[in-house]
Nanobody, 128 residues
Framework: QVQVVETGGGLVQPGGSLRLSCVASNINLNYWAIGWFRQAPEKEREFVGQVAWSSGSTYYADSVKGRFSISRDKSKNTALLQMYNLEPEDTAVYYC?????????????????????WGQGTQVTVSP
């Protein structure tokens, strides 16, 4: 069965950096994209960014553009979310998920409901 596992969360001070990893197994990622989402307490799950595995194309939410960077290591089936200049508002549980790529008609890559396989999430806390 497909497994998606995030690691790398933790506590960081404002202005600090953190890198999250997402390892996917039992899946041919050449036909998928890996998206990153986050969910803060009492808020809806929010799109952070995505990398299309085959092409390497990346997309970001406006709230993280210029501060976050997504890449992939094909040899390790691993997607990376590098976060710089973190702010308290970035505090959330971060999830990665797999979506068929290219997206099917009528779906989008920014909505969590169009992703099929999810990890368990990793907590990121930005606090002095």
């Amino acid at each position: 069965q497909v497994q998606v596992v995030e690691t790398g969360g933790g506590l960081v001070q404002p202005g600090g950096s953190l890198r999250l990893s997402c390892v996917a197994s039992n899946i041919n990622l050449n036909y998928w994209a890996i998206g990153w989402f986050r969910q803060a307490p009492e808020k809806e799950r929010e799109f952070v960014g995505q990398v299309a595995w085959s092409s390497g194309s990346t997309y970001y939410a406006d709230s993280v553009k210029g501060r976050f960077s997504i890449s992939r290591d094909k040899s390790k089936n691993t997607a990376l979310l590098q976060m710089y200049n973190l702010e308290p508002e970035d505090t959330a549980v971060y999830y990665c998920a797999a979506q068929i790529s290219p997206v099917r008609p009528g779906t989008t890559f920014t909505s969590a409901r169009f992703y099929e396989y999810w990890g368990q999430g990793t907590q990121v806390t930005v606090s002095p």
